[in-house]
């Protein structure tokens, strides 16, 4: 009974890393080809991939082809799923938002993404603890499937709008330059922004491009497009930009030395946060070499001292 419990937990993991490798194998495949969002990560392609086997699994049970009776079964699902997440107080949907455009993957489809990976942590927890032959490690085996299934796909979003952040923050002040370098050209504000999201692939320009398709197409106004394109992507610096342009398009300013100094002073700002890095590199770095370093230091200079001593007592 226990080899076939083995066999199960390997079937559902072989099925589980066949998944996680064909969305790592379309992630690379896309990296290399330019296709897709070049810069999202492996957990990203992973989550993609769920949402989009999501996607197909909605559009057939709506089709019928899956049968009536799955299909208030998975609703009842997605309601408990809701509650769920609605009592935790502490999802922000900006935090679907702040990773970018993305086929699939909405505020209102991750409570099904997060149920499927609880369900699939829950299976392979039973069947390994099943194959321990200990209950009690069963259990504890289930509960920590199910806690980590819940929160993986909330790790691997934050971790995707950390990264995003980042990136944003690197490129601010070369959009800046470019915005600057346009707008002295004669280019009005909107052309300038187009012709930086139209010539670079980054997530910042990803975010530009949105903010002036919700300008243009979405009805929104300048100040609220320029507003949604500060809360996705959530650095003091863009949001200083946007502030400073909606005054300047409002009131008629030049905004051309205004970019310049405040690329400068994003400059200044990260030149002073990675000096803050260098410095508390040392500190942290404390820490392992006296738990790692020094005692097989000691052990290397002292053992042969000791085992003579030690040797010599006998």
Known sequence: MSALYLLLALGLAGLMGFNL????????????????????????????????LLQ??????????????????????????????SAGNRFDPRLVAGIGVCDGLTPERLPAIRLFFVICGMVLAVLLGAVSGSAGFCVVLLFAGAAVGWKLPIWL???????????????????????????????????????YWSHYDSPLSQECRACHLDYFQGGMSREKALEG???????????RFTVLAAQALRFGS????????????????RRKDVQEKVGKAPVRMLLPMGLLILPAMLILMLGPAVLNVLGGIS
């Open 56 to 85: 197909e699994f909605e559009r057939r049970l709506d089709d019928g082809r899956l049968g009536k009776r799955l299909e208030p079964v998975y609703a009842a699902l997605l309601r408990f799923a809701s509650r769920l997440v």
């Open 254 to 269: 030049a905004m051309e030395r205004m970019l310049k100094d405040l690329a400068t002073e994003l400059r200044e700002t």
């Open 157 to 195: 979003l934050q971790d995707e709008r950390r990264r995003r952040r980042e990136s944003c923050t690197r490129e601010m002040p070369e959009m800046l330059d470019i915005l600057a370098l346009c707008i002295g050209a004669g280019m009005s504000f909107d052309a300038a922004l187009e012709a």
């Open 229 to 239: 394109l500060a809360q996705r992507v959530g650095t003091d610096g863009m949001e």
């Open 21 to 52: 490798s064909q969305a790592a194998l379309q992630h690379v495949r896309r990296r290399r080809s330019g296709e897709g969002r070049r810069d999202a990560s492996a957990g990203m392609a992973l989550l993609l991939r769920c949402a989009a």
